[in-house]
T-cell receptor, first 111, second 117 residues
Framework: ELKVEQNPLFLSMQEGKNYTIYCNYS?????LYWYRQDPGKSLESLFV?????AVKQEGRLMASLDTKARLSTLHITAAVHDLSATYFCAVDINAGNMLTFGGGTRLMVKP | EPEVTQTPSHQVTQMGQEVILRCVPI?????FYWYRQILGQKVEFLVS????????KSEIFDDQFSVERPDGSNFTLKIRSTKLEDSAMYFCASSGLGLAGTYNEQFFGPGTRLTVL
């Protein structure tokens, strides 16, 4: 059974600081996704990582995938308050038939 | 920009009642999904649907659940006899075919909050 673990589960950080969220998974996969969820809202797609070594950046967020280590990271650079949300990674091991989500990382960025 | 839509946004029902949650996937997508999220917890896969049949389902998706694509646009999730523990946010998602026939990313709808009393 695939297990997807994120850490930390909760992250409180000051504006302007950098931090990394980690997503480990237990079974071989070369497809990993990062989503953002605001309270009471749906899941917004942030990044799609489809191969080992994939790195994608959008604004202050950068995601990477190491399929050999079964690890993805979401790096936050110079955080701003607008980044406050819950971030989920999700792994696809079944050719698109289902996503297995991590537990989420709730990020709070304080002024 | 095309998006997945869901109705209703909030459904309140009594335990034991049947509910139908409705979704309109993105129009040229071929794969459809239901997920649920109990308050404060992670998102859990329920079922995937392709070519008018279920292609994958989780342990959560027992005989009380069913899905249907009654016409060319809607995709529904039915819970026959709701239980208190079915209270959750239910998300519909859809995806199309990517390059060279590979699966493409899933786009999620806004969700239906189901409250079972």
């Amino acid at each position: 059974e695939l297990k997807v673990e994120q850490n930390p589960l909760f992250l409180s950080m000051q504006e302007g600081k950098n931090y990394t969220i980690y997503c480990n998974y237990s079974t071989t996969s070369d497809r990993l996704y990062w989503y953002r969820q605001d309270p009471g809202k749906s899941l917004e797609s942030l990044f799609v990582l489809l191969s080992n070594g994939a790195v994608k950046q959008e604004g202050r967020l950068m995601a990477s995938l190491d399929t050999k280590a079964r690890l993805s990271t979401l790096h936050i650079t110079a955080a701003v308050h607008d980044l406050s949300a819950t971030y989920f990674c999700a792994v696809d091991i079944n050719a698109g038939n289902m996503l297995t989500f991590g537990g989420g990382t709730r990020l709070m960025v304080k002024p | 920009e095309p998006e997945v839509t869901q109705t209703p946004s909030h459904q309140v029902t009594q335990m034991g009642q049947e509910v139908i949650l409705r979704c309109v996937p993105i129009s040229n997508h071929l794969y459809f999904y239901w997920y649920r999220q109990i308050l404060g917890q992670k998102v859990e896969f329920l079922v995937s649907f392709y070519n008018n049949e279920i292609s994958e389902k989780s342990e959560i998706f027992d005989d009380q659940f069913s899905v249907e694509r009654p016409d060319g646009s809607n995709f529904t999730l039915k819970i026959r006899s709701t239980k208190l523990e079915d209270s959750a946010m239910y998300f519909c998602a859809s995806s199309g075919l990517g390059l060279a026939g590979t699966y493409n990313e899933q786009f999620f709808g806004p969700g239906t909050r189901l409250t079972v009393l």
